[in-house]
């Protein structure tokens, strides 16, 4: 039997959530959370991931895509536990050297002149927080994930959150003149990018600006010796992260045309820049 494509728990329509206190959400445990230490390294170490398991009620869950219940980078039951989440949201930035943190500041600097941006895939709202720094005046985070979404409006209360994925966000027609993605479309299948991009069509304005940022393919396809030449230690590290780390659609996003994607909804990139551990698109959409 075919499977259906959405686990839907308890949904409420995914724009409804946008009025939801996040914050003060109560979101029940999943088994993470009840789990000891031993286990849940144990289980970050196997190398089959197993598939996330929900509670029969998520509040205020709209539909999660099945490609979206995994155990991405080898997290115990992936984005769903407070226990999982909570460590992730402030360790992913140590794993990264801090780097994703300054790039997070420079995407929010590109975006800087917006009137309402989105952090599509905000995860915890680091990236729209520095929008928000930047003093873009409103600021929008989606999210397929509660537990992360909990995390995210507890930081940053003034901002606006939307349980949701990006190609069936729910959001307004034309609402956004800045949007940005940073480590979420290598964990997407790239038929569900391009229904993203017609979305992000949908519910941009003519002129918008798209910055997004994606792991390079240097580390990914890259040699030890080439690596080590061009960035040090640092490309060896994140040469092992690419293969260490569980991804199953990396490949397939590297060896997507992005850029060519992007044109068929009417973006035109400005920039591609590919270094380690980063790849940078900045695009403009046309009238």
Known sequence: MTQPDCSVRDAAPLAESAAVDWAQ?????????????????????????????LPDVLPHAGPIPRYV???????????????????????????????????????????????????????AGHLALEMHRVGIPEVWGLDPSPYLLRLAARQAPQLRWVQGVGENSGLPDARFDGVGICFVLHEIPPT???????????????????????PSPLQWYGGRLELLRRFGWRGLYFRWMARRVFEPFADAWQR????????AEGFEVQRDDIGCP??????????
């Open 278 to 287: 980063f790849r940078v698109f900045v695009a403009e959409r046309h009238l």
């Open 256 to 263: 997507f045309d992005f850029a060519a994607a992007l044109a």
């Open 25 to 53: 959400v109560e979101l029940p445990p999943t088994w993470p959370d009840h789990s000891g230490a031993g286990t849940l390294f144990a289980s970050a170490l196997r190398r089959r991931r197993g598939k996330v398991t």
């Open 192 to 214: 569900y990018i391009r229904r993203l991009l017609t979305e992000l069509r949908r519910i941009t304005r003519p002129g918008a600006c798209l910055v997004v940022v994606e």
């Open 69 to 123: 219940l995994q155990e991405f980078h080898n997290l115990p039951n992936g984005n769903y536990s407070h226990r999982i989440t909570t460590g992730y949201s402030h360790g992913f930035d140590h794993a990264m050297l801090g780097m994703l943190r300054h790039e997070r500041r420079r995407m929010a600097q590109l975006l800087d002149g917006a009137q309402c941006a989105l952090d599509l895939g905000c995860g």
